[in-house]
């Protein structure tokens, strides 16, 4: 619950920052493309530490 009440709190802060050089369609595409990015970046590292987890059972 505080990351997201985080989030949207940086977001009225870095919004108008960003709108003064970006077009709103370029901010939207900025901002989710970063949080999908780091989605897929957590949701690799994840992954990679279970099969990691898995070898280290299956080899004890």
Same mark, same amino acid.
């Given at each position: 619950?505080?990351?997201?009440?985080?989030?949207?709190?940086?977001?009225?802060?870095?919004?108008? /920052?960003?709108?003064?050089?970006?077009?709103?369609a370029?901010?939207v595409?900025?901002?989710h493309?970063s949080? /999908?990015?780091?989605t897929i970046?957590?949701?690799?590292?994840?992954?990679?530490?279970?099969?990691k987890?898995?070898?280290?059972?299956?080899?004890?």
């Amino acid at each position: 619950m505080l990351l997201k009440s985080l989030g949207f709190a940086l977001g009225f802060v870095a919004a108008p /920052i960003i709108l003064e050089v970006l077009s709103l369609a370029k901010m939207v595409w900025v901002f989710h493309g970063s949080l /999908i990015s780091a989605t897929i970046v957590v949701l690799i590292f994840a992954a990679g530490m279970q099969k990691k987890g898995q070898k280290i059972s299956h080899s004890a």
